[in-house]
Each structure stands twice: as C-alpha cells, then as structure tokens.
C-alpha cells in the first residue's frame, strides 16, 4: 500500500488535476494505493478570511463565499461529463448553504472560537476530495470517498488538535478493510470522540497522510507538491540550489526547522516511527526523483542542506557578576518560557560571563523586559549590564548526519564565511552533532547562504562574480575573452565567471543572472540602465551580496582608482590594468597593499607593466625569494615603441601616433604616452615592488610633447597642432641613424632615482632590436648581476592586456580554493 497525497496547488485547477490523475492511474498500476487530498489552492485562506470577515461584521464575506462557490460549481462542470453533474452539483450547493448559514450566525453573534474555525476549514477538503472522488470514477477509477473526520480521533484541542493513535489506528484499519478499493481521503480535518470537528495545525494534510501510512503500515508515503524535493537552500536566495536526492528523517527535521518549509517535522513523526518512506515529489515534473526521506544516513556528503532563518534577534545577557554563579540560565530560560517566548539558539562563553540567544525579532520587547524584571536586582546592583538586543540578525544553518565524528565540517563553514567578510556573531552547534548554526547580520544572509552552498555542494566548481567598470578597448576584450574561454575553464579548470556588473562612464547595469557574454549589452544600450554613479556601483556589488565577487577596473580613471579602499574594506579583490592607484603616493601605494593584506583579498594588476608579460609577478617573486633590485633599465611603453620603430619607415609622426592610437597601443589620451607620464608610472610601480621609496618626484620625465600640443583641448585638436612637429621628429631621427643607432624610449632606475626619455641605441643594446609594440624590462639584482634578467615581448594592445587581466581573474579563482 502507498499513499500519496497531494496539496493545494497540485489540485488549484483543471490542469493541474489532471496531471495528479496522470500520476494516480500510473502508480495504481504498480500497486495499492490511497490518495489524501487538501483543499483546492487557496480555499482555506479564504475561508477563514470570510469566517473573520463576518466575526467583525463585514458583510463582504457574502462576495467571497459567493466567488468560492462558483469556483467549486466550475470545477464540477469542467471535471464531469454534465450528465453525471447533478448530484456533485448538489453536493457543493448544500455545503456552501450550510457555510451561509454558518457565517451569518458568526455575523450574528460577533464570535468565531477556535472551535468554529475548524468547523468552518473542514469543508475546503470535504469538497475538494468529494469533487476528486467523483471526477475520478469519470476517469475509471471507482474511488470511495473517506471524511476523515469518521477515523481520526482527536483531543479537542482546536486548531491544533492531538492525535489519539490507538483509536484512530483501529477504526481506519478497520474501514479499510470493510470497504474495499481506492480511497479518497480529506486531509487536514478530524475529530472528536464527540464528533466535534477538528483540524491538525499547519502541514495537516501531510500529517493526515502520515497517519494513514502508519495505520496501514504503508510500503511509502509520497508528498507530491509544486517543488522537486527539499532543496540544499532556499532557491529564492540561491540561484545554485538543487534537490536533495535522500535525507535521514533527522535531518530532513532539522532542515524544516531552520526553513526548509516543504515538509512540517511534527507530520513525518507517524512515518517515522515505523520506518516508512517518505518521497517528496513534483506534481509538474513527476519524473524528477524528488527527495527520500528515511531512516538511513548513508555515507557521502557530509552537509545534506544549508538552510536559515531570518528576522531574528539576538539578546546579549552580560555581566561580572554572572560568573560562577548558579541558576542564572534557569532564570533566563525560565522567565522566556514564562511569557511564551520561543529561543532559537544558546550560546554560552565558558567564562560564563556572558549568554548569548536568538530569538524571534517579534519577541525582543517582551524578552527584554522580562529578562531585566527577573535580574532587577543584579542590574541595579551592577553585577549585570541590561539586556543587550542586537536586531536584523539571521541564522545560516548547515544540516548534515554525517559529520558526526567527522572533523573539518565547521572548519570549512567558518572559513567560507570568513573569506567572504561575513561576521559570525554567535555559534552554536548541538552535541549531535546534526547542525551548525552561525548568527549573522540579516544584510548578509544571501552572501551567508550563497559562499556556504559553494563550499559544500559546489567546490569543485568556483564561481566568480565579476563588476566590470570601464567598458572600452581593454574591457570589450576582456568581456569577449571570457566568454570564448567559458566552457574551456568549468571543464578543465572547474570555474566559472559571470559578469554581473558593467558600467563605463555614463551609463551602469546589472544582471542578477549574470550577463549573456556572448552578446553582452553595452552600459546604455539597455532600456533601464542607470547613470553611472560609482557609490551606487559599489553599493549595489555589495547588495547582491555574492561570494567570491571581483572588481575589475578597466578604465584609466583617478575617480575609479579612488575607490579601492571602499572595495577591500568590503572584502572584495580588485584586478586592475589603471596604474593610477599604484603610482600616487607611495603612502596610498603601501597602505592599499595593507589593506588588501588585512583584508585577506587580493589586489592584482600585473598589467599595470607591459601589459601581459609576467613583469611585476616575476619581480614580486625575485623579491620574495630575497633577491635585491641594483638596476632596471626597461622599455615600457608599447605605443612609444611601435611610434619610433614605424618612424624608420620614413612616415610623419603624426601618423604613426594616430595608428598606434588606433592599433589600441595608446593611453585614451596618447599625450600620456608621448609626454613620458604612462612610463613613469610604470617605473615608479616597479621601484616600488623592488621595495624601493620611490616618489613621483624621484623620477626626471623628458616630454615628448610639443609645448603647444600640451595645451589642446581635445586629442582631435592635439593631432591636428602635432602635424607641424613632424619635421622635428624626423631630424631625431635622421641624427640617431647617421650614428647607426635607434631611438628608444626608456626608463632607468638606479640609487633610488629614476629618469625616463629618448636614448638612442646601436646594435650592442639589446634595446636595438626591439619592434612594434614590443616592451623589454632588464631587471639587474644581487642574483642576476653579471647577465640581467630579461622580459620582452608586446607590451600594448587589446588581446596582450585583456589577456593579463584575465590571467589575473583566474589567479583569484585559484587562490581562494
Ligand atoms: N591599451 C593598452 O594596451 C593597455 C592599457 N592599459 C590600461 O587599461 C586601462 C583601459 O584602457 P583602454 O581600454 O585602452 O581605455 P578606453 O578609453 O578604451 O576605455 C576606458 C573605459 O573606461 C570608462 N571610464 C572612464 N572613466 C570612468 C569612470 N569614472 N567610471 C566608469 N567608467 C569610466 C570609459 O567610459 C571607457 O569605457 C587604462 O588604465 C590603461 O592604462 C594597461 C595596459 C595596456
Ligand atoms: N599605453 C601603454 C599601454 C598601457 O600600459 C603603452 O603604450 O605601453
Ligand atoms: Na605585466
């Protein structure tokens, strides 16, 4: 025998009946089977909204009753053939009088006790499963109609009432057996010995169901809903949640406890005492295996779930005075139960200074005040402090059977937290060892969930969660490298990136999904995008509240490089190619780096130099391993590169500046490149990773900048006045190769001073063979003395530097594992 019971929205219409008779008439094949129904979707709301409606003298009830009426007429006609209405019909009429009859005596005298209420709830599954039973007989299922009330035996506790199982076992064993054939049983509803009616609280179908199942000694109970199973978390709040294949009745308990509101603990109890599965199943996917739930915790994962609850507050009983001192729990804990107080989670310091509880945030007040009445004294005295409350709390809870006697679980539940900067406020955990609770901040609930599920259920496979400020040539690249590389990282590398956040000057957006990277909107070609506002950027990265989210900026802005304090101090890494934070002041410089450090986040901006060529890795490592930096002699600038190797080819300057523009080699203003700024900063960046005090006003920059040139306003209006220069340029030219050299444009450092300008080079310099946009760094230490270490390759352009911002994002990927 199974029994299979179906909720509110599985019978709410047409549709979705008839995929629940799919359903029947397939198991019915396998076996026996019993059906438990509730009230159609919604019909209990209604009815208890009208019985109130009417207590307050609210003649609107007459409108809803009438509007429920109708809806259950309809499902007659739509369900049976209409010779074969009449009787239902009349059924339906007669209960829906007997429900105005009802109303109006409420209406009458004002009064609607518990006792009434239940009467009036009954009949949402007395006319659902009678319906059901009748549309099923259409269907060729000769079907017996059961009000449960005639078996259930229940105390008169309304509303809530207790069941009487030794009773109630023998008279639902004994109609089953004098009537033969499939029943149709109405959940939720029972009653007294005395025949009053009554209901059994919340999830009282499932408790109907379960009671069958134990009476009957069922093979399996099978709870079919609108959701596939008990997920690992709430999928409102956890975009990754997946179904729980099998969970211990322990354990699918706790997680109902803390949230998990597909199964109401208090329902499984029959089952469970005899052992019965319990299979929570998809009304609208049938074939999904949906959750088991049994007496078994088979090895495998060791957290089944991660479920929270929010809406709590903690209260924090401190004082001297409370050390040692016996009874003082008893006073707590009894004086809460005293005014019904419901307490959530216990945490006590073993210098007993201090306890700490969570409870419901509707109890504070009354917590707080009978707390302070019974330790009035105390408090007066000194030897407490009042009631701390420390509001808008949740509890994030990892549920699992396993990890009982089995080390690491909590280890990598505080790291995950940790590393994501949520602050954990209390612990607990109960010495079955069947939850870990922690307390956070309510605004980090989601990240809370998100960086836990992560760590549990999905660390084999990262998730990185990108906000992309500055769109241009570096960015776009960046975007479409992602997306081309997508599938290749989560097969072969096990991450995954998503981008949530983009902006570039004017216009911001966001995606909660993550943006399609294949064909990735640009920031104002979306109808609701904002205006870019960096604050709101921030603080919207920091109200999705992801794990593992990364900050990358791609643009070349003082106002972006300005907020990189904002964003460690919110735990969030930055990958950045903008030199701009690095080469401020070396007090900014050390304090980010700091900062990140405290932070326990990473700042990388290998393509601050030279782009993708492993520059600043190489020497922070040179560095590490103790070496000293003596001299480094570097050609730094891409653009600066290809504009004097292209000279030779006999070309005007100002065309070669203009295509280095547009080959992507340039500064956004190329008067950056040109006027030897672009370089000094690298250099000012690499003497500081050699540990150098290097300040800007160490370095002599020679401007390659026409003076007049300086003063344009636009770079249109800077190109156009750089034309009558280029004769200038190439007479230094003319003069270099006259002496078989070529000109470069370089930095040297050395002694803790850096100059940057032209030199002109013969062939004995490597610098002479350099082309295009090419980059070469000669890093002259203690260990690479005789022979500089050397680093050539492209140093500008598109694809070389996305690519090194890209490498950088996936460093994070791997270092937070
Ligand atoms: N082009 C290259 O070869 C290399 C570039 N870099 C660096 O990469 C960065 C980006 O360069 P490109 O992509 O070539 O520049 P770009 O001018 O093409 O793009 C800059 C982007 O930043 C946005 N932006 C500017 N100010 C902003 C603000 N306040 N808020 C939001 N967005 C803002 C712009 O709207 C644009 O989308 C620069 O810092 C550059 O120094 C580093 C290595 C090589
Ligand atoms: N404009 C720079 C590229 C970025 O750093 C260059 O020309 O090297
Ligand atoms: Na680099």
Aim: with cysteine.
């Amino acid at each position: 025998m199974k029994i299979l019971k179906f909720g509110g929205s599985s019978v709410a219409n047409r549709e979705n009946i008839k995929k629940v008779f799919q359903i029947i008439k397939s198991r019915q094949k396998e076996g026996e089977i019993a059906l438990v129904f509730s009230a159609f979707g919604g019909v209990t709301e209604v009815l208890l909204k009208s019985a109130r409606l009417a207590n307050e003298g609210d003649k609107s009830y007459l409108k809803d009753l009438k509007t429920l009426e109708e809806r259950h007429l309809d499902m007659v006609r739509e369900l049976i053939p209409i010779q074969l209405q009449s009787s239902v019909l009349t059924y339906v009429k007669v209960r829906f009088n007997e429900l105005e009859d009802l109303f109006h005596g409420i209406f009458l005298i004002k009064e609607c006790s518990p006792r009434t209420l239940d009467y009036v709830g009954s009949f949402g599954e007395r006319l659902s499963a009678f319906i059901l039973a009748e549309a099923l007989k259409v269907e060729g299922l000769p079907a017996t109609y059961l009000d449960a009330r005639e078996v259930i035996r229940t105390s008169a506790r309304f509303g809530n009432a207790k069941v009487d199982f030794s009773a109630t076992n023998d008279l639902i064993l004994d109609y089953f057996h004098t009537h033969p054939g499939l029943k149709v049983i109405t959940g939720f509803i029972a009653s007294t010995a005395k025949g009053e009616t009554t209901t059994l609280g919340r999830s009282g179908s499932d408790y109907t169901a379960a009671i069958f199942a134990s009476a009957l000694d069922a093979d399996c109970l099978e709870i079919w809903t609108d959701v596939s199973g008990v997920l690992t978390s709430d999928p409102r709040l956890v975009y990754t949640a997946f179904t729980i294949p099998q969970l211990s009745y322990n354990e699918a308990m706790e997680l109902s406890h803390f949230g998990a509101k597909v199964i109401f603990p208090a329902t499984m109890q029959p089952a469970m005492k005899k052992d019965i599965p319990i299979y929570i199943k998809n009304t609208f996917e049938p074939e999904n295996p949906g959750t088991l739930i049994n007496g078994d915790a088979p090895n495998g994962k060791i957290i089944k779930g991660i479920s929270s609850l929010s809406d709590v507050s903690l209260l924090n009983i401190v004082g001297g005075g409370l050390i040692e001192v016996v009874g003082v729990s008893h006073r707590v804990f009894g004086a809460l139960a005293d005014a019904g107080v419901n307490v959530i989670l216990i945490s006590q310091a073993s210098s007993e200074h201090s306890i700490c509880i969570a409870i419901q945030s509707a109890d504070v007040a009354i917590a707080k005040e009978v707390i302070e009445k019974e330790f009035l004294t105390e408090i007066r005295n000194g030897e407490m402090d009042p009631v701390l409350v420390v509001p808008d709390m949740a509890i994030v809870a990892a549920v699992g059977e396993n990890m009982k006697h089995n080390p690491g679980a909590s280890g990598r539940m505080f790291q995950a937290l940790g590393q994501n900067n949520v602050n954990v406020y209390a612990i607990a955990q109960g010495s079955s060892e069947l939850n870990i609770s922690a307390v956070v901040s309510r605004v980090d609930l989601q990240k809370a969930l998100n960086a836990l599920h992560e760590a549990f259920f999905l660390s084999d496979n990262k998730v990185l969660h990108v906000f992309l400020v500055g769109v241009g040539l570096i960015g776009k690249a960046l975007i479409k490298m992602i997306a081309n590389q997508r599938e290749k990282l989560q097969r072969e590398n096990l991450l995954d990136i998503h981008i949530h956040g983009l902006a570039n000057s004017r216009f911001m957006s966001f995606s909660e999904d993550g943006f399609d990277l294949k064909n990735c909107p640009m920031p104002g070609e979306n109808g609701n995008d904002q205006a870019m506002d960096l604050e709101k950027f921030t603080q919207i990265m920091d109200d999705m509240n992801f794990s593992n989210s990364v900050f990358v900026d791609c643009t070349a802005s003082q106002e972006v490089a300005d907020i990189y304090e904002r964003v460690l101090e919110a735990k969030v890494p930055i990958v950045t190619p903008n030199k701009k934070a690095n080469s401020g002041s070396l007090e900014r410089y050390r304090a980010l780096k700091k900062l990140a450090g405290k932070r326990g986040v990473k700042f990388l901006y290998e393509t601050n130099v030279a782009a993708g060529l492993p520059v600043i890795n190489t020497l922070q490592d040179l560095m590490l391993s103790g070496d000293k930096v003596v001299r480094i002699e570097a050609v730094l600038s891409g653009s600066m590169n290809y504009i004097f190797s292209e000279l030779e080819k006999g070309l005007p300057f100002s065309d070669v500046v203009k295509v280095a523009k547009e080959k992507g080699y340039t500064e956004p203003d190329p008067r950056d490149d040109l006027s030897g700024m672009d370089v000094a900063r690298k250099i000012l960046i690499l003497g500081r990773e050699a540990e150098q005090d290097l300040h800007f006003e160490d370095i002599t920059i020679q401007s390659m900048v026409p003076s007049d040139c300086e003063k344009a306003g636009s770079v249109e209006e800077f190109f156009e006045k750089l034309q009558a220069h280029d004769g200038e340029f190439t007479e230094l030219l003319q003069e270099a190769s006259s002496k078989g050299q070529k000109l470069r444009f370089m930095a040297i450092l050395e002694n803790g001073k850096a100059k940057v300008g032209l030199g002109s080079f013969d062939n004995s310099h490597p610098f002479y063979n350099l082309k295009g946009s090419d980059n070469m760094i000669l890093f002259t230490t203690e260990r690479y003395f005789d022979f500089p270490m050397i680093i050539r390759g492209p140093g500008a352009g598109a694809d070389v530097t996305a690519a090194g911002v890209f490498a950088d994002v996936i460093r994070l990927g791997n270092y937070s594992r």
